[in-house]
């Protein structure tokens, strides 16, 4: 099974990634259920706020904003 490049929000920075289309399956509906989690790799733990995925070749640029309504 082929991984995927992600950047997982940690903290409000990127921390990029490759996983398998499995594990952000359940990554993305983890995060949408119960909001944040923790992602172990081989170089370390993260506690994800949140996933981003970009298009290959994209080059443009992305701003995270937090809402600050709750």
């Known amino acids: ?3 995927i490049a992600v950047s997982l929000i940690v903290d409000g920075s990127f921390k990029n990634v490759a996983i398998s289309q499995d594990m952000l399956n359940e990554l993305a ?3 949408r259920k119960e909001g944040k989690c923790f992602v172990h790799t081989q ?3 993260y506690e994800v706020e949140g ?3 970009t298009a290959k070749g994209m080059k ?3 701003m995270v904003l937090q809402d600050l309504k709750d």
Request: overall charge positive; aromatic content about 0%.
């Open 1 to 3: 099974m082929e991984n």
């Open 29 to 31: 509906i983890k995060l």
């Open 43 to 45: 170089k370390g733990s």
């Open 51 to 53: 996933i981003v995925i």
């Open 60 to 62: 443009n640029s992305l």
